[in-house]
């Protein structure tokens, strides 16, 4: 075996810390400080140098992103701390009784602050780093013990494989568990769905389904072919002296490096923090991602932590749940419309269903593409939106829920000439 030169091994850490930092810049700040040809040529050097001398790969390289054999089965893992859950509000009413019941069990609470944020809809992750270097990422199961999804983690751009990003930002603790939620931004999802219908292949329903299907495979490579993001909002373990406060973690987190969903507020007052989630709610179709409320946390983690848990829920903070915009019901025969213009479009014909306090017997089915690709059945099960001022919509068929009674749709003889 060839000696390493000094100067080689130096060669290769400074290449894994420039595209380490434009990795950052471009993923996460998404302001890029260099072509993509440049990039590329810093990523083509590095692998050149690993693989001529493959004892200078690193566990934490960003030529790792992309490998990775496919797996057998995702093993298990124990989490260093329960990865709860949250309690559900449904209204302001219920965000001021829960801050009834803890103001009751600690003074503390009646001049607390809060941070709003919004929850996301996507798969909740625990990433592991040792001596700042990415070592181990799960799902979280039952919140007890999730699955090993390490190699797909890897693949997320987004996910820093160091920390600092920056070396002139601080210092990793020896060990620091976080936790996020990985998704797929809702135009990434569009175009997403656009490209796999175009290739013939199976749509996902949802932002949501995708994300968690991505990061389910077996295969790294399919997971990399995802565009999944990724945002932390908390720490579940770390040496040393974690920020008192969650207004002060989210910081701490996007110093190091982690992606953290932008627009967190700092509530002086609970009123203040209702303010915020009934505003969200009224724009929540103007999030770039999907979110199903927004969160109600104690600022400080110090007095939250010592309110402890009910079941799985933590008392000091709170979901704000949006109402739901997606549900399922049945097909029951499909129509069509001849606008002013003459454009024909069919329309699904529902077992009523109430969504967001409305009752919904039809809904656009878009155009006869649509279902002809999404292969959608007079009979199915269906999902089914309503957001906002938008015509309710059909998303998807759920062929899991077919009974063998569910019939192609043919299009009225009359028609097929336009079709
Ligand atoms: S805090 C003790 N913050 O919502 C920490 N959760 O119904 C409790 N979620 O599975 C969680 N966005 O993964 C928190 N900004 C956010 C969140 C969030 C999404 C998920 C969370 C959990 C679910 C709870």
Redesign the pocket.
């Known amino acids: 075996m060839t000696r390493t030169s000094p100067d080689r091994a130096k060669r290769a850490e400074e290449l894994r810390q420039q595209i380490r930092f434009h990795d950052h810049c471009y993923h996460v700040l998404a302001s890029p400080l260099i072509s993509d040809a440049e990039y590329d040529l810093l990523v083509r050097e590095l692998l050149a140098l690993e693989s001529a001398h493959p004892e200078l790969m690193t566990p934490d390289s960003p030529t790792r992103r992309v490998g990775g054999e496919p797996a057998e089965r995702f093993t298990k893992v124990r989490h260093p701390a329960a ?4 309690s ?1 509000a449904f209204s302001a009413d219920d965000v001021r009784a829960w801050h009834e019941r803890i103001a009751r069990l600690d003074e503390r609470v009646s001049a607390a602050r809060f941070v709003v ?6 798969l ?1 992750v625990v990433l592991h780093y040792r001596d700042g270097v990415f070592e181990l990422g799960a799902t ?1 199961g039952d919140g007890e013990v999730g699955e090993d999804i390490t190699p797909n983690l890897r693949t997320v751009r987004v996910l820093p494989l160091r920390i600092p990003i920056d070396p002139k930002r601080g210092k990793a603790p020896r060990r620091l568990v976080v ?1 996020g ?1 990985a998704l797929i931004y809702k135009q990434a999802f569009l175009d997403l769905n656009a490209r796999l219908a175009e290739a013939g292949q199976k749509t996902y329903i949802n932002p949501r389904n995708a994300a968690s299907g991505a990061l389910r495979q077996l295969d790294p490579a399919l997971t990399a072919a995802r565009p999944i993001s990724l ?1 932390c ?2 720490i579940v373990e770390a040496d040393g002296t974690p920020p008192a406060t969650q207004w002060d973690t989210l910081s701490y987190l996007r110093d190091l490096g982690f992606p953290v ?1 932008e627009g967190a507020t700092r509530c002086a007052s609970l009123d203040e923090a209702i303010a915020v989630s009934l505003s969200a709610r009224e724009h929540r179709d103007s999030f770039p991602f999907e979110a199903d409320g927004m ?1 109600i ?1 104690l600022d400080d983690l110090v007095v939250a932590r010592e309110l402890g848990v009910v079941g799985k829920d ?1 008392r ?2 709170v ?1 704000f749940k949006f109402p739901a915009e997606e549900v399922t019901t049945v097909l029951q025969d499909i129509g069509v419309n001849v606008g002013r213009t003459g454009v024909i479009t069919p329309y699904a014909i529902l077992e009523p269903v109430e969504v967001g306090g409305v009752t919904v017997r039809q809904a656009t089915l878009h155009n006869f593409d649509f279902i002809r690709e999404r292969d959608i059945r007079i009979g199915d099960r269906v999902m089914i939106k309503r957001a906002g001022e938008v015509i309710p919509y059909v998303m998807a068929a759920i062929p899991e829920a077919r009974g063998g009674a569910e019939k192609a749709y043919r299009m009225p003889g009359c028609l097929l000439a336009f079709g």
């Open positions: 990865i709860l859950s949250l559900n944020e919004a929850k996301l809809d996507g909740t979280r936790r939620e945002a909002y908390s969903a969160v946390k933590p000091g903070a979901a």
